[in-house]
């Protein structure tokens, strides 16, 4: 059963921009201290942090290298998560995931064991 739907992966030159969204419904979004987070992960590597969102507070967190150039919001309307990406550079092609869970803790954020619903991580490439 999909619980998590990404869209918006594809092909963005360097220095150029792009949009993923992560729709989850609403019955998980509602869940008080609910969060969702975006990872990411290029090939040959693990997956890492990159931003995350609390659902209800509104309140953003992000990996240090992406900070200045993503931004993660939410549309309540459409029960969906951004994350904008613009700037992109070489190193930020990756296949990207939406994941959410009720999160206690923030710092917490970017262990990705702490999600138990994932999208299907649509593919970032990113060309010179």
């Known amino acids: 059963q999909v619980h998590v739907v990404e869209s918006g992966g594809g092909l963005v030159q360097a220095g150029g921009s792009l949009r993923l969204a992560c729709v989850v419904p609403g019955r998980i979004n509602q869940v008080d201290l609910n969060a969702v987070a975006w990872f990411r992960q290029a090939k040959g590597t693990g997956r890492e942090f990159v931003a995350a969102?609390?659902?209800?507070?509104?309140?953003?967190y992000y990996k240090d290298s992406v900070k200045d150039r993503f931004v993660v919001y939410r549309d309540n309307a459409k029960d969906t998560v951004c994350l904008q990406q613009t700037n992109h550079a070489i190193e930020d092609a990756a296949a990207y995931y939406c994941a959410t869970d009720q999160m206690w803790d923030m710092d917490d954020a970017p262990m990705e064991t702490y999600y138990y619903y994932w999208g299907q991580g649509p593919k970032v490439t990113v060309s010179s």
């Open positions: 969102i609390r659902w209800k507070a509104g309140s953003t």
